[in-house]
């Protein structure tokens, strides 16, 4: 969707400020959270308001950029474990049609096969590293595939109005003691969950829990809302593991570079 | 909607311009030119002007102790690089015809360019698609001079620059002495290194693939293309940015462009997704027209 964005900043600005400033007004008392205690996993990097420190590059070991749920091995195609609790998609009738043609035309109609960001959750375990950089009131995450980014807006802001079709969605994030939670709306219906066709429509609602498991491991878990595909909200989780070459950095996988 | 935002301050910017270049005298009591921190806003007169004040101002600073660089930077001075050497894309012959020329050292104004490399400019306009137009990664001194705004973070050891326009191209910058990936891995936006020269944040790039363009004007490089930007601080809401591009495989020396970077105030401003690639319909009906991909420089044999 073409969005105009003068409009919409003006929108933002008239209807959200009073939202916005009710919201600062609640999280004020939030503000002591965050503080090391004894039952916390050994080794979590802090920052200096004691909060989780997701700062680094990570990347799952997982095949779920293929397929989400269990699967045998194909040409180019590593087996993996499924990545949804209890394997099982609660698809809508219709909609599990849908996800089986998906499944037969995967080769050409996975929209990641156009190189287009491939939406959340699935940017989050593409077989690339990405880098998170965490201040207190923004985080982003800088990626290696296709140079995507998503900021995670950490202040009082709400979600802006309306309905718009990002691919990568709107993603505004709180603490719940140790855990990031990051909620996600305002999604577009191009993007796959993998490569096997298991998809959503534009009403998805994605919230993303990042929990420390340590120094180097995040567990990550994905709660799917979509009552246009599913019948139920369901789960995806997997771990974050920390890339610790010396020097590792992002380099670039440009996919419409390519000729 | 890529570029409605930045067409409109253009517009308005060079509709200005032209009023006070077309009738100097009228111009000038008309309206008074536009002035960035103090200084005047033709890149030479800026630049110089800059400097001079960023000796006496004591910049913000990070609780670390670096000159505090963040916030979200315009930089309509720049114009999206879209005509390096000014309005009339240069005049060898009368270099004091180049108004408005970002490129402040050599002093006329130009672009140092070997013979056939100012040939391949022109060429570059008549029958090539810029690629940022397909959206490819934009590099410095370009990526600081696009469309829109780019976001500074500063964390420890490393810093980023984010861009909004052009399908957000980032850099990491390191800060921690590391050295350059090795020279066969190139990138489309370079490798960067930074360090600080008192308060002026240095940044060194290189290992770039030389398949970009500076601007739409088809300035172009190659991979031997070093780029040195130094970033300081003029006063709280203005940065000098100086470029200079040493690039020995099309250029016969050195040279250096300077812009401001303006601080964007907008309350609660939050830079937006933009899927550029994913919406691009130009680079289509361009190959249609006869514009061809442009697959970098086409050295002299």
């Given amino acids: ?259 | 909607m890529r570029y409605r935002l930045f067409d409109c301050a253009v517009r308005t910017a060079i509709t200005l311009a032209v009023v006070v270049w077309i009738s100097p005298s009228t111009g000038a009591q008309m309206r008074k030119p536009r002035q960035v921190a103090g200084c005047p806003s033709t890149a030479a007169a800026f630049h110089l002007c800059a400097l001079a004040k960023a000796k006496t101002f004591n910049p913000p600073r990070t609780p670390d102790g670096q000159p505090d660089l963040q916030g979200v930077w315009e930089t309509p001075m720049a114009g999206g690089l879209g005509n390096i050497e000014g309005r009339r894309g240069g005049d060898a012959d009368n270099p004091a015809a180049v108004p408005n020329s970002l490129v402040v050292d050599p002093p006329n104004g130009m672009i140092p360019y070997q013979p056939w490399a100012r040939e391949q400019r022109a060429e570059n306009v008549a029958r090539y698609i810029d690629p940022y137009t397909h959206c490819l990664p934009i590099t410095a001194p370009r990526i600081m001079a696009s469309p829109r705004t780019r976001q500074i973070a500063q964390y420890p050891g490393y810093l980023t620059i984010v861009n909004e326009s052009g399908g957000h191209p980032f850099r990491v910058i390191y800060m921690d002495g590391r050295p350059h990936l090795p020279a066969d891995i190139k990138l489309w936006r370079g490798d960067s290194r930074g360090h600080w020269d008192g308060n002026t944040l240095v940044i060194e790039t290189t290992n770039l693939t030389g398949l970009a363009w500076f601007g739409s004007g088809g300035d172009f490089f190659s991979d031997a293309l070093k780029i040195t930007e130094r970033l300081t601080m003029v006063d709280a809401d203005t940065i000098d940015y100086a470029a200079t591009i040493d690039d020995p495989k099309v250029s016969t020396r050195p040279w250096t462009m300077a812009f401001a970077l303006e601080r964007n105030k907008e309350k609660g401003y939050e830079q937006m997704e933009e899927g550029c690639f994913e919406s691009d319909r130009d680079t289509a009906d361009l190959l249609l027209t006869g514009f061809l991909m442009y697959t970098g420089p086409r050295f002299p044999k």
């Fill in chain 1, 1 to 259: 969707m073409k969005l105009d964005r003068a409009a919409l900043r003006k929108r933002v600005l008239s209807t959200c400020l009073p939202v916005a400033a009710l919201c600062l007004g609640s999280l004020l008392p939030a503000a002591a959270a965050g503080q090391v205690t004894a039952s916390q996993p050994d080794g979590v990097r802090r920052t200096a308001d004691g909060k989780p420190d997701f700062s680094g590059i990570w990347r799952t070991m997982n095949a779920a950029a293929w397929n989400i749920q269990d699967h045998a091995a194909e040409k180019d195609v590593p087996a993996g474990r499924g990545v949804v609790e209890g394997n099982d998609i609660p698809y809508r009738p219709e909609a599990l049609v849908k996800k089986q043609e998906n499944f037969k035309n995967r080769a050409t109609a996975d929209p990641e096969t156009k190189c287009y960001l491939p939406g959340v959750p699935r940017i989050m375990y593409m077989p690339y590293p990405f880098q998170i950089a965490q201040a207190p009131t923004q985080i982003s995450i800088l990626f290696e595939y296709v140079h995507a980014v998503r900021n995670i807006f950490m202040g009082s802001a709400p979600h802006y109005p309306g309905h718009i079709d990002f691919w990568l969605g709107d993603s505004r994030g709180r603490w719940e003691g140790d855990t990031l939670v990051v909620d996600v709306i305002h999604f577009n219906d191009q993007t796959w969950f993998d490569r096997a066709g298991n998809f959503h429509s534009d009403a998805l609602h994605v919230i993303e829990r990042y929990t420390p498991m340590g120094p180097d491991h995040i567990r990550y878990e994905a709660t799917i809302e979509d009552p246009q595909v599913f019948t139920k909200p369901w789960k995806m989780s997997m771990l974050f593991y920390r890339q610790k070459e010396e020097h590792a950095q992002l380099l670039e996988y440009e996919c419409f570079a390519f000729p």
